[in-house]
């Protein structure tokens, strides 16, 4: 006779305890041929459970335990996607940018970190997608070393949590990333937000009050937008846009909070910078439409500014 399921299940769980990679395969695989072969009942669910596992420790195993891995910085701040398994980061992602990704309704899609540009407001943002962190990342648990140390290089992170998901997922993730010492500026996308169920955003917010939580949907493109102003505000840069032939370009400039005019116009060209008198100010920060500043003042996001230069 087999001995009781609930006994066979906490007996597999104590063999796992430590193992990674090609031993843990070999306890699941140990296990499966110790099981009954039941079709139905628990003794298949705990089956069942056992295949589940071999699968997701052969995906881990897959991932490149090493302590760094090199992500080349584009655009003008990097911000990483970062969440658990399955927390619709490759959605958004893809929904953002024209990398190709794999995308799925399971664990262990994403295998590396993917880097790719958006653009937000006529500037080029590097977003990085960590793959899924799981419990003990910061240990090297599914080569989490690795991928924190992409993390570690970000400027900003964007925690991403499945709206309708349980909360303490997130608190997992949260809890390998502040163990592993690292505290840029973030915030929250609620992410699959055309599936929630009413209140799943209000409780969401409850349960994460320390962070802007931004409910997102792939198929909504007024939030996606707004998210990627968020994401905007979380980089602390400003947009400043130059005024050329009576109109603003559509690529800006993207400076440092407290830049001034003479910072603008080295931002340009430095022989720019040397004639550099003052400056024509338009837009938000402008008090009247063509407003002359010196060169040192301070411009501000979204500001339009014809640099005056003798020549």
Request: hydrophobic share 45%.
């Amino acid at each position: 006779m087999p001995m009781p399921h609930r006994t066979q299940m906490q007996v597999i769980k104590r063999r796992l305890i430590g193992k990674e990679g090609t031993e843990r395969i070999k306890v699941l695989r140990a296990a499966l041929a110790e099981l009954p072969d039941y079709k139905n009942g628990p003794f298949a669910d705990i089956r069942k459970w056992v295949h589940d596992e071999i699968e997701e420790a052969r995906v881990r195993k897959g991932v490149v335990h090493r302590d760094t891995i090199a992500i080349r910085r584009e655009g003008a701040a990097q911000v990483a996607l970062v969440g658990a398994p399955n927390a619709g980061k490759s959605s958004l992602l893809h929904a953002l940018s024209n990398v190709q990704i794999a995308i799925g309704n399971y664990a262990f899609t994403t295998l590396r970190p993917v880097p790719a540009l958006t653009r937000i407001g006529g500037v080029l943002v590097q977003l990085v997608e960590i793959p899924g962190l799981i419990e003990g990342a910061h240990e090297d648990r599914g080569g989490g070393k690795a991928l924190l140390g992409v993390l570690r290089g970000a400027d900003a992170i964007v925690f991403c949590q499945d709206v309708s998901g349980p909360p303490d997922v997130l608190a997992t993730v949260r809890a390998e990333v502040e163990a592993a010492g690292i505290d840029p500026p973030a915030i929250l996308a609620a992410t699959k937000m055309d599936e929630a169920q009413p209140g799943a955003l209000e409780r969401l917010h409850e349960a994460v009050p320390d962070l802007d939580v931004i409910g997102v949907s792939i198929i909504d493109d007024d939030s996606l937008d707004a998210f990627k102003e968020a994401v905007w505000a979380l980089t602390g840069l400003i947009r400043v846009y130059p005024r050329v032939d009576g109109e603003a370009a559509e690529e800006p400039f993207a400076l440092e909070p407290g830049s001034t005019v003479l910072d603008f116009a080295a931002a340009i060209h430095n022989d720019l910078a040397a004639r550099c008198r003052g400056a024509r100010l338009w837009g938000p920060s402008a008090r009247f439409p063509g407003q002359e500043l010196g060169r040192a003042a301070e411009l501000h996001d979204g500001d339009i500014v014809e640099v005056i230069a003798p020549r």
